[in-house]
């Protein structure tokens, strides 16, 4: 066998140098160029791996790259699920430069997920070093908009998965590095309250004030929240009124849903739409819904992960199980019934905060386990 552990730790500088290519180019979802730019460094990397590129243009958001390997069975096929885009701004990195640090590798959108992409590449790559190949043709396909929805990449990211016998999605591991066998479906709405403008000092009792109106319904919203059922609601912006001396006619907020069946989404997508205004007179618009599905712990699931679980015991390597709050692309696959395998990403914290991190002896061992999977999967047995 393989001593695929050994291999890839002699190629940690290798991740390092790339990790540091990809966070040192910043790419925020809603600048375009700037995820381009990314796209381009990417398509750069994955011709070093070995493999082809394609580009599907999007006209509002990144482009998506698309590498392509052969392996050692056309019929059989994997999808690596990545993505390019961060939640942090242009200009971040001059306020929080990399630094390396105790083991840790610190950097806006290295943890989530940058260094995802790196150990899906390197572990390409040493396949080919070690003169292996994958035990199915490869598809890595890497989007620009996941932290915004991945509503340019959703439909092409269920069409490669339906044709997919099997899904990696590299996205990071829960900190302790878990491997991801449930998520949270994420929902989002806006609620728009309509009230009545006056004078607020001469003719106050003509007004219909419509941030009272949010009030009421925001404390309506808060307490569906339901812990014993992952159900969770965050009113997370609001925006209202005009001047203090007016009464506000319109009032607005964004709230976010997370739940763990689809049964629960109905549920609280009925609960949301239902809600009425509370004051007489006031108007209320309710849009939105729920943009990703849960990832269930079901049969299938199970069975994916004990085969997770006996690839990494091969090679020394143990892996573990949980539960995730957030969404990922991973979940639309695993939502058709492919066999899915979430978090295989560097372990590490802070994914969207100012302390985000990679420990830097999780890429090693993340591109010995994903390079074991490619090679060693056996379809046949789920």
Known sequence: MLD?????????????????????????SHDKAAVDKMGLKVAELIDLAGGSVERAERADV?????????????????????????????????????????????????????????????????????DQSPVGSVTMLCNGDEEIGSGGSRELIESLATDSDLVLCMEPAIPGGAIKTARKGGGHYRLVAKGRAAHA?????????????????????????????????????????????????????????????????ERMDKLIRDLQPHLPGAALEIVGGFGRPPMVRDALMVRTFEQVRRIAGRHGL????????????????????????DGMGADGDGGHAVHEHVLIESLSEKAALTAAMLSEWEFDTL
């Open 4 to 28: 695929v552990v050994k291999h890839f730790a002699q190629r940690q500088e290798v991740l390092l140098d790339w990790l540091q290519d990809l966070v040192e180019i910043e790419s925020p």
């Open 62 to 130: 990144g482009d998506v790259v698309l590498g392509h390997w052969r392996g050692r069975s056309s019929e059989r096929r994997i999808l690596m699920l990545c993505h390019m885009d961060t939640v942090w701004p242009v200009g971040t990195l001059g306020e929080r430069p990399i630094r390396v640090e105790d083991g840790r590798f610190f950097g806006p959108g290295s943890f989530d997920m940058k260094a995802g992409i790196v150990i899906a590449l390197v572990a390409l790559q040493g396949l080919s070093d070690l």
């Open 201 to 265: 000092g001469a003719d106050h009792q003509k007004g219909l004030n419509a941030i009272e109106e949010m009030a009421h319904q925001i404390l309506t919203l808060q307490q569906l929240t339901d812990y014993d059922l992952g159900t969770t609601v965050n009113v997370g912006t609001i925006q209202g009124g005009s001047r203090p001396n007016v009464v506000p006619e319109e009032c607005s907020i964004s709230v976010d849903i997370r739940i763990t069946s689809l049964d629960e989404a």
């Open 318 to 341: 143990m892996v573990t199980e949980g539960l995730s709050g957030g969404g990922s692309d991973g979940s639309f696959a695993a939502a058709l019934g492919v066999p899915t395998v």
